[in-house]
């Protein structure tokens, strides 16, 4: 059972909360290939920056946030380099990883780093999914905690109907916000608020709940669905041996449902800009998102707009963009690219040392890093509408990515024509492809 | 001498360029597609031209009066009051082409060729017989009319094979005719009648037809591929014959050679044209523009970075920025294709506007 929260009321102190980041680890995120091939999904970079660097900067903007746990079970190599870089860069922040050596399930590895994690004493916690691109408006949560003495907040966005049962559906009273129901990914349509995948829990709260389901796996194992008369034997987990001797815990299926039942559960309904990261395709309209918010704060990083120029655009300092060429919008160009005459580069990302030669066009896609694009070669992709929260289209009956992608050091040659491609690294293109995956 | 083309009808084979201009006008490798045969004609001395038409094409009328004086002959128009075949249109204008016993020409307006006509009128008179029909070497002659000659003979024609199963022989009808006056006897008035089918199976039964061995390249362009095939032909024998009509090689943006541009068409900057490429009057080119393998037709505008293959860019028309055109692409008049869109194998009626790329071949009313 949850216990009673017991806690002092907010005063914004500093240390008072803590953030945790799950980034996953290299097993997860296969979707994201060819690009997690060369580079972890948490440090692919969008609208300038490694994906995890856009959740610090919003963790950044709360005041009573000293520490941040990254949790995962990636090598800890892999998040050196990054957490020295962050570590000049927020100075306000103290970053650790904490790495799992088997994976737990989010709620599973917060619960096997409790300790650390509640170090410190943190009165509230927040957890913030990598694979999100939002604008994670953690202050609004932490009011509407206050607001309501909540133990829970989940932030929420609205999404299509038919989007919805692609994700964890919540069911909340309109007036008071709290959260009556939830249930992920359901097979009818139950509510097309859906969960962002960033929470606000109390610590009083959020480890005897983890605890109670941890309990009761194992007494008893669980349900993935309601059960109806034709699923009754197919509804408890095939893979039921393992995933206990395992331990896996996951906040969306174990935990939320539980807190539901509790009073005191709160969704704070997000009206700015959510998209999962899951495929690398969604890298590019995490990127157009990234961008757009950048434009709207004025950042000091985005190029200057200008003819050949259209906002937001941005361009590393180590880029080399010929004046000819036309960029944006929502395009990233990353170190040492290379952008040659009269090349035109619109809803893309160009990693590092990239090279996209003159006249050349690159639509909807994303050009790995020293990949070249020959002179009036085309790499394209397809629009997919701004609501849209899929990266795969139905195109003459099949279904394509809609977005190109070039793995690393890929090449496409003069003249050639790249359409609703993914390309695995170190292909050369010689000739026109469309609608393929390129071993 | 005299002559006759057949224009037939309304060209729909080479929509969507002929619903703005008859087919006969069509500029293929800058210059109306009839005036080629007209001038080859004037050429050999032909003073009366007919054309066969079976609907009334004053717009054809108008725009070949100008000619006439310029190459020194008359051009009649003979508008069947029906369709009569092949072989109807010629009786029908028999007062023009028996008018005196000089043997007269017959072609069919679709087909492009070096038009030898003098070699051609010398092996007629050679011969002394009925007629001669110009034949031209296939590799694949079963999807062909073939002509089988006389065992022992090497130009009178035995018969006629249609569809050959088996290997009889290689050279097909090329569409280009002489005929002596008297073969208009052997045609009925007011009926329609195929000259292919009636009139000269009957000539060959008298021993009175002869084939004339076609040099170089042949094409019937009576629609949008072989218009395009047919014009990397004559351009290609323009670059052996009168390469003065091209721009020289040396040109920095020519690649590959068989480029014609018209003299008041502008080229931009940087551009990679050719092979195989016209470019017509008033047309403008943009900088950084690629294109090979097509005609862009008068007055067409093609802006930066563009890249075109294959493609027919009709009269006025507009291809934006970074546009990729190929796959048997035709514009009709005035259509404007968007900035970055893609258009593969499109026939896109005249002045529409695309704004959404064209992924697979479609006809865009």
Known sequence: ????????????????????????????????????????????????????????????????????????????????????????????????????????????????????????????LFVLNSDVCCSFPLNDMAKLFDDKDA?????????????????????????????????????????????????????????????????????RPRLV???????????????????????????????????????????????????????????????????????????????????????????????????????????????????????????????????????????????????????????????????????????????VQSITILGKECGVGDEVRVQNCVCLPFKELKRDVANEVIM | MKALILVGGFGTRLRPLTLTMPKPLVEFANKPMILH??????????????????????????????????????IHFSLEPEPLGTAGPLKLAEEILAKDNSPFFVLNSDVTCEFPFKQLVDFHKAHGDEGTIVVTKVEEPSKYGVIVHKPNHPSRIDRFVEKPVEFV??????????????????????????????TFPAIVRDGQLHSFDLEGFWMDVGQPKDFLTGTCLYLSSLAKKSPQLLVSPSESYVHGGNVMVDETAKIGKNCRIGPNVVIGKGCVVGDGVRLQRCTLLPGSKVKDHAWIKSTIVGWNSSVGKWARLENVTVLGDDVTIGDEIYVNGGSILPHKSIKANVDIPAIIM
Not at chain 1, 44 to 56: R, T
Not at chain 1, 64 to 76: K, L, N, R, T
Not at chain 2, 175 to 183: A, E, F, K, Q, R
């Open chain 1, 1 to 124: 059972m949850l216990q009673v929260p017991h806690r002092e009321k907010a005063n914004g102190a500093a240390g008072k909360d803590k953030a945790i980041i799950l980034v996953g680890g290299p097993s997860r995120g296969t979707r994201f290939r060819p690009l997690s091939l060369d580079v972890p999904k948490p440090l692919f970079d969008v609208a300038g920056h490694p994906i995890i660097w856009h959740c610090l900067t919003a963790i950044a903007k709360v005041p009573s946030i000293q520490e941040v746990c990254m949790i995962g079970y990636y090598d800890e190599s892999v998040f050196k380099d990054f957490i020295k870089e962050a570590a000049s860069e927020f100075p306000n922040l103290s970053i650790k990883y904490l790495r799992e050596y088997q994976a737990l399930g989010t709620a599973g590895g917060l619960y096997h780093f409790r300790d650390a994690i509640l170090k410190g004493r943190p009165e509230r």
């Open chain 1, 151 to 219: 133990e829970a907040v989940i932030l929420g966005t609205r999404v299509s109907q038919d989007a919805a049962t692609n994700f964890g559906c919540i069911v909340s009273d309109q007036h008071s916000r709290r959260v009556l129901h939830y249930v992920e990914k359901p097979e009818s349509q139950i509510s097309n608020l859906i969960n962002c995948g960033v929470y606000l829990f109390s610590s009083d709260a959020i480890f005897p709940s983890i605890r109670t389901a941890i309990k009761r796996r194992t007494d």
């Open chain 1, 225 to 399: 669905s309601y059960p109806s008369s034709e699923n009754l034997e197919s509804s408890f987990m095939a893979d039921e041996d393992e995933e206990r001797k395992n331990e896996v815990i996951r906040l969306e299926q174990d935990i939320l449902s539980d807190l539901a039942d509790s009073k005191q559960f709160f969704v704070h309904e997000t009206k700015d800009f959510w998209r999962q990261i899951k495929t690398a395709g969604s890298a590019v309209p995490a990127n157009a998102l990234y961008l757009q918010q950048a434009q709207q704060s004025d950042s000091s990083e985005l190029a200057k707009p200008s003819p050949n120029i259209i906002a937001p655009v941005f361009i590393h300092p180590s880029a080399q963009i010929d004046p000819t060429a036309k960029l944006g919008p929502n395009v990233s160009i990353g170190p040492r690219a290379v952008i040659g005459a009269g090349a035109r580069v619109k809803e893309a990302i160009v990693l590092e040392d990239a090279e996209i030669k003159h006249d050349a066009c690159v639509l909807y896609s994303i050009v790995g890093w020293n990949s070249r694009v020959g002179a009036w070669a085309r790499v394209e992709g397809t629009p997919t509408p701004v609501t849209s929260h899929s990266t795969s289209i139905v195109k003459n009956g099949v279904k």
């Open chain 2, 37 to 74: 045969q007209i001038e080859a004609l004037a050429a050999v001395g032909v003073t009366d031209v007919v054309l066969a038409v079976n609907y009334r094409p004053e717009i054809m009328e108008r725009v070949l009066k100008e000619y006439e004086d310029q190459l020194g002959l008359k």
């Open chain 2, 169 to 198: 022989g290689n050279r097909i009808n090329a569409g280009l005719y002489i005929l002596n006056p008297s073969v208009l006897n052997r045609i009925e008035k007011n009926r329609p009648t195929s000259i292919e089918q009636e």
